[in-house]
């Protein structure tokens, strides 16, 4: 096994896989260039503090699309994969699919539910656009389904493979998650479609009835021309899948568009509620249904919200959530077009500095993100003071409004220098997490001393 430097960060080149023709994908976390087609099949392994990040790139010849690049994040310590989380770009997004693997937010969550998290990019043929790609039969399952096995057996998780899915996917993402609903129902744990398009003709399964699936749209403001009709999809995909008692809500928010929404904030404690009951406590046993008496209803017109079996009237166009909590963030997103995180972060941990020279130490430390809403800075402070943010300007990752891409890419590194001063007493130093609600974590301390003597 060969390691390789680039930009900083530390590769290891794992032998060739041999179940489909793919060449390696070097990045070097924050550059995005791929090598020539002519090296030799193999997959790139980037090792993060939070785990692993698989990449490779498969083609093949039954595939309407030219090539498919995947990005796969494996928490650290996970001792079983229990589900897959596939976050699926739109049309003319290719080249940012792979951020997903790289985003903390969703890190975090893989951490505490024992995911994977997927980042596809999906090319189509030179010329052409997505419509080689959002159909599962053009291949873009089976890349999938093939990338799975590869990665399990690779990586010492072989149920990879077999683990049920969380999709997640925009525009024609959209279009692809609702069409993976219609074709792999039994597999699939919960669904966003966010602004999904084009209006899908088919009917559904009685399978996916039981599959819970969000679905957001932006009314007036979503790309509603005849090429797309994101509205018209939205409206009738909910219709359809409610005269079938499908697990399905609908969320509107005039204020934003197509290309804008604060989407993650609700699809991540929906995609919550939806494992807490439909993961099984054994992997080889199926999903389970969500039951009856935890659903409840959301009214679209005025927004109200009830508990299913105690409400007496029609639901049939109503939403049907899984449990209180995904009615009461649909019900936040619906009014004020995002969901407050009202909550700490978690404290960062394992902090260690070291003397650099003179009153310089270097100060190091880990951190998991806030599920709710990630990373904005750190806050270090020096027997009280505040003495560095990390970074000290702009924020440490967030995401783009329009594809939900992490930005930057590759997050700074977690250390910085500060200034100690001399003291035989020694000082206390600390390392705080805030959210993008400025809400601030409890801090890790540590301390350490320059003696005067030194």
């Known amino acids: ?153 690779s990586s010492g998780h072989p149920e990879l493979k077999d ?83 499908g697990h399905v809500s609908i969320a509107c928010n005039d204020d934003q568009n197509h290309n804008f929404s604060y989407v993650r904030y609700m699809a991540i404690p929906f995609y919550e509620s939806a494992m807490a009951q439909r993961l099984p406590d054994k992997l080889s046993d199926k999903l389970r249904n969500i039951q009856p008496e935890s659903e409840w209803i959301g009214d679209t017109l005025n927004y109200n919200i009830f508990k299913a079996s105690t409400f007496t009237g029609d639901q049939s166009a109503m939403c049907l959530f899984p449990d209180s909590l995904a009615a009461a963030k649909w019900r936040e997103y619906v009014i004020t077009g995002t969901v407050a995180d009202r909550t700490p972060p978690p404290a960062p941990y394992d902090v260690r500095i070291n003397r650099v020279g003179g009153n310089q130490a270097e100060l190091t430390w880990k951190a998991d993100a806030d599920i709710e809403s990630g990373i904005r800075h750190f806050i270090i402070r020096v027997n009280g003071h505040p003495a560095a943010h990390l970074p000290s300007s702009d924020v440490y990752q967030r995401f783009n409004t329009n594809g939900d891409n992490a930005i930057p890419f590759c997050p700074p590194e977690l250390k910085c220098n500060i200034f100690v001063p001399h003291g035989e007493t020694g000082c206390t130093v600390s390392v705080s997490t805030v959210n993008h609600f400025n809400l601030e974590s409890e801090p890790c301390t540590t301390t350490f001393k320059i003696s005067n003597k030194q």
């Open 163 to 245: 683990a049920p899915w969380l999709l997640w996917g925009h525009s024609g993402g959209g279009y692809w998650t609702l069409a993976m609903m219609r074709d792999y129902p039994e597999r699939i744990l919960a669904a966003f479609a966010y602004s999904p398009a084009f209006d899908p003709q088919w009917d559904f399964p009685e399978a996916a009835a039981k599959v819970p699936l969000m679905i957001r749209h932006a009314g007036k403001n979503d790309f509603n021309g005849d090429a797309a009709n994101c509205w018209n999809t939205a409206l009738n995909t909910f219709s359809k899948l409610r005269k079938m008692n």
């Open 1 to 153: 096994m060969k390691r390789v430097k680039k930009n900083g960060c530390i590769s290891e080149l794992m032998e060739p896989l041999h179940k489909i023709i793919f060449f390696c994908l070097i990045i070097g976390f924050c550059s995005h260039t791929s090598i020539p087609a002519s090296v030799h099949a193999q997959a790139n392994v980037l090792p993060i503090d939070a785990g692993k990040i698989y990449q490779l790139t498969l083609r093949s010849d039954s595939y309407w699309f030219d090539h498919a690049d995947y990005s796969i994040f494996i928490p650290e310590g996970v001792t079983a994969i229990r589900g897959v989380f596939v976050h699926q770009h739109g049309c003319t997004m290719e080249g940012v699919g792979a951020s997903s693997a790289f985003d903390i937010q969703y890190q975090a969550l893989a951490k505490k539910w024992s995911l994977a998290v997927v980042g596809p990019d999906l090319y189509p043929k030179q010329g052409r656009n997505c419509f080689d790609w959002i159909e599962p039969e053009s291949g873009s399952a089976q890349a999938l389904v093939e990338v799975l096995e590869m990665v399990g057996q």
